[in-house]
């Protein structure tokens, strides 16, 4: 143990005066919440997850394998400045292994500290949290030859020690092209193929611009709240595709953000990220810009708009529209409520805390800063009928009634034009600069939909998209929340249970 903390010590008294920058950058780590098990035993899973991988402390894993096949030993190099990992040797366990990991999250400052296996050193993906070294499972499962598979049904992190390392099909390498499957039906035939472009392998669902070609919004559970694994979704809908579509928080609330909007319904609408949207027409589009208001009419002719819909108030300058889709109830803090039952405002006053949504109606929340005085008893009165229609501010949709649409972003082309550089500001680097796990999605001129699988920066993977001929597209939710079915087949399997998906039928 006192060997250890010195060794430490000196590695962190070299980082401190070393003066190359061996940290390139900051992320954020959240405690896994998936559960583990090894050689089918029910194990502590001590990990963090960065960017949608598992990473464990080396020492933990060391520990958990000791008795196993795949067993290994760790320790320092003082003068080489380098952790060493010595294959098929036990490794004595200390006092402070295996120890639960009690803060909800903890910052990952990625390393070049040098790795050596078994006298040859090798290149893996480290990061320091709290002082202690993580390294991604499937990093070690593939050095060690160890078995990593992840049980999606169950959230399980699957280790068998006794097996071989066998890489996620996400990460094979595509040795040659697949050929085109194409399924007919009596007008159209969606075509899925294995294509390269702009120096990517890509997973390319075609959807013909065709009567009989449907697209439905669905949501985990058909709740605005929670996820669910994507095969349930799949085997409850049965569409011909789908892909995931927003992103959502994947850690604590696993709510989605930005606007969704299902059979004509806005289930939520918050933000202006880009967006693909299927009108009333059957006309499909990407918008660079998601913004709408819902605008209503009183029976008195007078007018109001509402910025938000079922999305936390922490706006006390919004004003909101809450429906059954966002539960019971919603906890507000101060502001007027004006409750509308079957068309009709039943009642209007001042509100704090929890506030009952009507089973059959909606409640018009307005902040306790949305408003001046007297408007409220000017506006909204007992009795008064109220209608409201959805209005876009984008140009393109100005009269156009949108069925179904899901956002993310950013956009990658508008017009036939690369805008991904200046519409990445805003998201974070594991989106706007990092190569990894992508869904995107966009439209022809014809207007045919092309949905892409990969692995890509943003930069690439706008270039990819107008190779495959789309003059409009954006990047959807990715990493380990990057998901593609087809007809009866995973193509592209996620990491995780997934929020909201765009499915794809054919009648």
Same mark, same amino acid.
């Given at each position: ?30 405690? =896994? ?87 040859? @050193? ?41 097996? @071989? ?11 040659? @092209? ?16 294995? @294509? ?71 289930? $939520? ?27 209503? =009419? ?12 079922? =999305?936390?108030?922490?706006?006390? =300058? ?8 966002? %539960? ?13 039952? /079957? ?8 509100? /704090? %805390? ?18 001046? /005085? ?39 082309? $508008?017009? %036939? ?8 500001? %805003? ?16 439209? $022809? ?18 270039? +990819?998209?107008? +190779? ?8 959807? /939710?990715?990493?380990?929340?990057? +998901? ?24």
């Amino acid at each position: 143990m006192k060997k250890f903390r010195t060794m430490l010590l000196i590695l962190l008294a070299f980082l401190i005066f070393s003066p190359s920058n061996i940290y390139a950058k900051d992320l954020p780590a959240m405690k =896994t919440n998936q559960s583990m098990s090894l050689d089918g035993k029910e194990v502590e899973a001590n990990a963090f997850l960065i960017e949608g991988n598992n990473y464990f402390k080396l020492r933990d894993m060391a520990a958990l394998l000791t008795n196993t096949p795949a067993k290994f030993n760790v320790s320092y190099d003082q003068e080489k400045n380098s952790v060493v990992i010595e294959s098929n040797k036990a490794y004595q366990v200390l006092n402070n292994d295996l120890v639960p990991i009690e803060v909800k999250s903890a910052k990952a400052i990625a390393s070049s500290q040098s790795i050596i296996l078994d006298g040859q @050193e090798i290149d893996l993906t480290v990061y320091l949290i709290n002082d202690n070294n993580y390294f991604k499972l499937r990093d070690l499962g593939k050095a060690l030859n160890f078995g990593v598979d992840y049980n999606v049904e169950k959230e399980e992190i699957v280790v068998n020690s006794n097996e @071989e390392y066998k890489e996620a099909e996400a990460e094979k390498e595509v040795v040659k @092209e697949e050929p085109k499957a194409e399924v007919e039906t009596n007008k159209a035939a969606i075509t899925y193929s294995n @294509e390269k472009a702009a120096g990517l392998s890509l997973n390319v669902l075609t959807v013909p611009n065709a009567s009989n070609i449907g697209f439905r919004v669905v949501r985990a559970n058909d709740s605005l709240h929670g996820t669910e694994a994507f095969s349930s979704i799949i085997s409850r809908y049965n569409p011909k595709a789908a892909v995931n579509g927003n992103y959502f928080d994947a850690y604590n609330t696993l709510e989605p953000y930005s606007t969704i909007i299902s059979n004509y319904e806005v289930l $939520k609408l918050v933000g202006n990220d880009a967006g693909f949207y299927v009108t009333e027409s059957g006309r499909r589009g990407v918008i660079a810009n998601s913004s709408l208001l819902i605008n209503g =009419t009183t029976s008195a002719g007078k007018s109001f708009s509402v910025w938000y819909k079922n =999305t936390p108030a922490n706006d006390s =300058t919004g004003i909101y529209i809450f429906s059954p889709y966002y %539960g019971p109830s919603v906890d507000v803090k101060g502001g007027n409520a004006v409750v509308v039952k /079957d068309g009709v405002i039943s009642s209007v006053g001042p509100v /704090d %805390g929890k506030v009952l949504i009507p089973s059959n109606g909606y409640i018009i929340y307005l902040g306790p800063d949305a408003v001046g /005085d007297g408007y409220i008893d000017r506006m909204f009165q007992t009795g008064l009928a109220i209608t409201t229609e959805v209005a876009f501010k984008e140009p393109e949709l100005d009269g156009q009634r949108v069925k179904e649409m899901i956002c993310a972003g950013p956009i990658l082309l $508008k017009d %036939g034009v690369d805008v991904s550089a200046a519409n990445k500001g %805003g998201y974070e680097s594991k989106i706007s600069t990092q190569n990894a796990q992508r869904s995107a999605i966009g439209v $022809k001129e014809d207007g045919s939909v092309v949905i892409v699988t990969t692995k890509a920066t943003i930069a690439d993977l706008a270039k +990819a998209m107008k +190779a495959l001929g789309c003059v409009s597209a954006t990047n959807l /939710d990715g990493g380990a929340s990057s +998901a593609l079915y087809f007809n009866g087949k995973t193509i592209t399997n996620p990491g995780r249970k997934l929020s909201t998906l765009l499915f794809i039928y054919e009648n």
